[in-house]
C-alpha cells in the first residue's frame, strides 16, 4: 500500500477517534478552532516527512551523477584532468572484427517473396539443410513460421539475417 495512502487512513482515524470520545454536543467556534488546528498540524508533519525524503533522492540521484569534463582553451590556464565519480565502470570500445562481419554466405534460390507481416523475403529452413547450411548457427532472433504448400514451415527473415552479418551468394 502507497505511504500517503497510510497516512490519510491515521489522519481520519485519529480525528474520528477524537470526535468519538466526547459526548454528543454542538461544535463550538472553539472546537471546531482545534479540529483546524490539529489537521493543520497533521499535514505539516506530513509535509516535513515528504520533503526530508525528497531531499533523500535528491542527494541520492547527486551521487549517481557523472561529472563531465569540459577542458578550458583559455591562453595559459592549466586544466586539472578530469575527476569522474560513478559507481559504472568506463566502457571500453571493442575493435572491429572482419570476420564477424562476413559471417557465412547463404545460396540464393533459398530465398522466397512472402506476403504478409512485417517481412517481405524470408530463406527457407529446409532448402538451407538441403544445401548442407548449419541452421543451428542462425540466430534465434531471425527464426520464423512461414506458412508454404506443405503446411507451416521454419523460415529466417532476410533482412534480420543481413544485419547480423549474412550475405546471400550471387547466382
Known amino acids: ?3 500517503k ?18 459526548p454528543a454536543r454542538a461544535a463550538s467556534e472553539e472546537d471546531i478552532a482545534k479540529l483546524l488546528a490539529g489537521a493543520a498540524t497533521i499535514f505539516i508533519i506530513g509535509k516535513a ?10 542527494r ?6 557523472v561529472r563531465h569534463f569540459v577542458p578550458d582553451h583559455r ?42 507481416g512485417h517481412v517481405g523475403r524470408v530463406v527457407m529452413g529446409r532448402c538451407l539443410k538441403r544445401n548442407n547450411f548449419n541452421t543451428r548457427s542462425l540466430p534465434k532472433a531471425c527464426r520464423m513460421t512461414v506458412e508454404a504448400r506443405r503446411g507451416e514451415v521454419r523460415a529466417y527473415a532476410l533482412p534480420c539475417l543481413r544485419h547480423r552479418g549474412y550475405t546471400l551468394a550471387r547466382r
Open 1 to 3: 500500500m502507497s505511504r
Open 49 to 58: 516527512i515528504q520533503n526530508s525524503r525528497d531531499d533523500d533522492d535528491r
Open 5 to 22: 495512502f497510510i497516512a490519510a487512513v491515521l489522519a481520519v482515524s485519529t480525528t474520528i477517534a477524537a470526535f468519538s470520545a466526547a
Open 60 to 65: 541520492d540521484k547527486k551521487k549517481e551523477e
Open 75 to 116: 591562453a595559459g590556464h592549466v586544466s586539472k584532468p578530469p575527476v569522474y565519480t560513478h559507481q559504472k565502470p568506463i566502457p571500453k570500445v571493442v575493435p572491429r572484427d572482419v570476420t564477424q562481419r562476413h559471417k557465412e554466405v547463404l545460396p540464393a534460390n533459398c530465398v522466397r517473396r512472402i506476403e504478409g
